[in-house]
């Protein structure tokens, strides 16, 4: 509970959930329930990797998670530092994350499927809505209120890195505000990431998609129907990728409306549209291949 006073309450429930498993490794090993920092060694947490591993299942990126916040509480204790420098985060590379977004079809799919007798599949659904329509995270999503509508402009400071900024209310965002009294829905992350997969899959989203898992620098790959794959995250992705083809947006433009930095935009988002680039390619030679028919 100390050490932490610099940082967001959000990002303080990430610290304290990774240090969580943490302290459940300790406590399912045998010999480790009641260690002391003397008695902390590398072996220990060495063996810590292999439980997120082996026990857990953890992917790469959660794996670095959890570590990286060890090594901050290792720090924190004053633990010798060369032992901590050691350590390694295991990561993806930007080529081996997974970029889910809805496409045009599917977006309109979602929109005109009524499942207005479920008011948590409808909460889940206007949320993932909002996201769509902003590119905002949920963690800000669920901050809209009337007082933040400003000259026809919802005017919001993200949460994670406290840029300000002026979305325009466009037609479809302001249909879903205008429910709620230009407020988010009423629901928790938790319940929109579960609810959302079933809306989804009601609104008949459910291509097939390669889902990649990387474990120790190693990519294996699963296959599920898209709908099993899509979470609130998504939501933000999908505005991002459509954002050329519904507003013309620039990648700058687009970072500036949705707060991001243009790197991060062009490594993880824009990729999420190579699907577009691959149907203007196979339409281009189709046109080509028109005109050589005409010609003969």
């Given at each position: ?55 857990k299942k953890y992917a790469d990126s959660t794996h670095g ?17 060369s032992p901590i420098d050691e350590i390694k985060i295991r ?206």
């Amino acid at each position: 509970a100390e050490g932490m006073d610099h940082l967001k309450k959000r990002t303080r429930g990430t610290v304290e959930d990774s240090l969580g498993i943490f302290r459940e490794y300790l406590s399912s090993t045998k010999g480790l329930a009641k260690l002391e920092k003397k008695n902390l060694t590398p072996e220990v947490i060495t063996g810590y990797g292999r439980f997120m591993h082996d026990t857990k299942k953890y992917a790469d990126s959660t794996h670095g998670k959890c570590i990286k916040h060890l090594r901050w509480f290792l720090k924190f204790i004053k633990y010798d530092k060369s032992p901590i420098d050691e350590i390694k985060i295991r990561k993806p590379s930007p080529g081996q994350n997974n970029i889910v977004h809805l496409t045009d079809a599917e977006l309109q799919a979602l929109e005109q499927i009524d499942v207005s007798y479920d008011k948590e599949l409808q909460h889940a659904k206007d949320i993932f809505l909002l996201g769509c329509y902003t590119g905002l995270r949920i963690s800000d999503l669920k901050r809209i209120n009337k007082h933040r509508i400003v000259n026809n402009c919802l005017d919001i400071t993200l949460q994670k890195n406290e840029k300000r900024l002026m979305l325009p209310l466009v037609h479809k965002l302001k249909g879903v505000l205008e429910r709620y009294d230009y407020s988010a829905p009423p629901i928790s992350a938790n319940d929109a990431n579960k609810h959302i997969k079933t809306v989804c899959d009601k609104a008949g989203i459910d291509t097939t998609i390669i889902y990649k898992r990387v474990e120790k620098g190693e990519v294996l790959e699963t296959y599920h129907p898209k709908h099993e794959k899509i979470s609130m995250h998504c939501a933000g992705k999908t505005f991002i990728s459509l954002a050329d083809k519904y507003y013309g947006l620039t990648p700058v433009e687009v970072a500036a409306i949705v707060g991001k930095d243009v790197r991060t935009i062009l490594l993880y988002y824009l990729k999420a549209d190579v699907e577009g680039a691959r149907q203007k390619m196979i339409e281009a030679d189709n046109r080509a291949q028109m005109q050589v028919l005409k010609a003969v």
